[in-house]
């Protein structure tokens, strides 16, 4: 892997990694929210939208720390 930072590397893996993991989130909150009569094995829609969100603020922060660190990289 000559002329790759390595480092560089993980962390741009990092940060597909995290936009993919609250592109789901976002989907399936929109699946709850357009369907949610038909989704029977999530009785509880409030908890279940819940941990979507919670979900993707975990990735957002997450997000945020790897292109703080990207930034800083390339100064």
């Not at 909150?29 to 975990?58: C, F, L, R, T, W």
Request: net charge negative.
């Amino acid at each position: 892997m000559s002329g790759v930072d390595v480092g560089e590397a993980l962390l741009l893996a990092l940060e597909l990694k995290y936009e993919g993991d609250i592109a789901i989130g976002r989907a399936n909150i929109e699946v709850y929210m357009d369907n949610s009569a038909g989704i029977g094995e999530h009785p509880d829609i409030v908890n279940a939208v819940d941990s979507q969100i919670e979900k993707v603020a975990e990735a957002s922060e997450k997000l945020d720390v790897v292109r703080e660190l990207l930034s800083t990289r390339e100064e």
